[in-house]
Structures are given as structure tokens and as C-alpha cells.
């Protein structure tokens, strides 16, 4: 695409066409929801999409390679199983694969690190924003009865996905994982090396989860892949 911008999705299916295309024949998709409103009247977690969000949830799967077979997990709250959904709808609808348009919603891919949701969300204010919140949290620097330690919590999602992906024999299979930007971005700093301070996260960005001459690689859509073997042994 040159130097024009790309929209939200466009890097995601991007790297899983490179991958595919490199014969790659199972991966993982850990991706944020699309776009959302950002209503402060209501729990963050219960904003929904926006049309703008689901336009772009179906432009991602349209675009992705019609020879893929998807499966669909989700964080519980709406707007991440809305979002993989409408990608698998839409991914159907082109004549791609699917095992169900259903998605199934799993903790893992949710904010279970947060031990106490109050005292995140007052954390995340006095940061100053999520980026410089998730690198006090790799730190140490959030109290430790408010979440789970930064590194644990990496380690526990990037098993948990790798799990799920060994669990189909379907070849050229993706696993479509959706997820929040504090997730993406707690994967990044704790397992690719890029500080989340210098980071943040569009929506439908995402990172490919996937084995490659006996080792399993992480790779997010502008960095070189890490070997992450030892992390989901």
C-alpha cells in the first residue's frame, strides 16, 4: 500500500496473508475489538461497537484469504464476540471456512488479570493513559492486590491461546482471538521487547501465534517474530 495510512484490520490481514502465504498452516489472530463508543456514563466493558466498528469487522473478513478455516473466541463483553463474529459472518460470506459463526467467549481472552477491577480503573487514571499504565504494571509499580503480576498474566494468555490452536487438525486454520488493547499491549512489552510506553493499539491490530520449524513464534504486524517456546511449554 505504499505510505497511505492503512484502516484498522488491514495490518491483521496482512500478516496472516504473509504467514499463510509462507505455508505457515496454523496460527492464532490475537487481535483488539474493533471500533467502540466510549460512553463514561457506562462500565467501560459494556460500550458497544459502533456502525463505523462493524463496517470494519466485515471489510476484515472479506478480506481475509478465502482459503482459511476460522474458529471464533472472544473476551465476554459484547463488543469483542460481536466483532469476531461479524469477521467470521463476513468471512463466510466470501466463500471462507468456517467451523461456526458462533464464537465462544473465553476468560483468558479477557481482563481476568484485573484481581480488582476498582483499583485498576483508579490506577489507569492517575497513569495518565493505558500505555503508561501497562508499563508501571510490568514494573511492579500497581499494587499487587489489584492485578495479577504483568509477566504471570502474559504467560497465562499466550498458553492458553497456544492451547486452544493445537486442539484443531484443520489445515490452514486461524484461530480469530479477540481481545482489549491492554491485552495487546501487555503481550507486546512482556514477550516482543516494545515498551508499551512508546506503544498503543489500533483497532483490530493484532498478533500471530503460530509453530515454525519445531518452535512457536510470536509476531506482531511491524515487528520481527520472537521465539516464545519456553513461554507456553
Known sequence: MGDKERLPGEGSVALVDRLYGEGIERLALITRHSAREFNRDVHDLVNPLTDEGRLLCRRMGEALPKGLHL????????????????????????????????????ESLGVFYALDQIKM????????????????????????????????????????????????QEKSSVDLCVTHDMTILLLRDQLLGEPAAMNSVDFLEGLALYERAGSVWLRSTVGKPVDVSSVVA
Open 71 to 106: 474458529r471464533g473466541y472472544a473476551s465476554p463483553p459484547e463488543r469483542c464476540l460481536e466483532t469476531a463474529k461479524l469477521i467470521i459472518e463476513a468471512h463466510a460470506a466470501r466463500r471462507g471456512t468456517v467451523r461456526a459463526v458462533t464464537v465462544r467467549a473465553v
Open 121 to 168: 480503573w483508579k490506577a489507569l487514571q492517575l497513569a495518565g493513559g493505558l500505555s503508561a499504565f501497562v508499563e508501571q504494571w510490568a514494573s511492579g509499580e500497581v499494587a499487587a492486590d489489584a492485578m495479577i503480576p504483568a509477566g504471570d498474566a502474559a504467560r497465562l494468555i499466550l498458553r492458553s491461546t497456544w492451547l486452544r490452536l493445537q486442539s484443531t
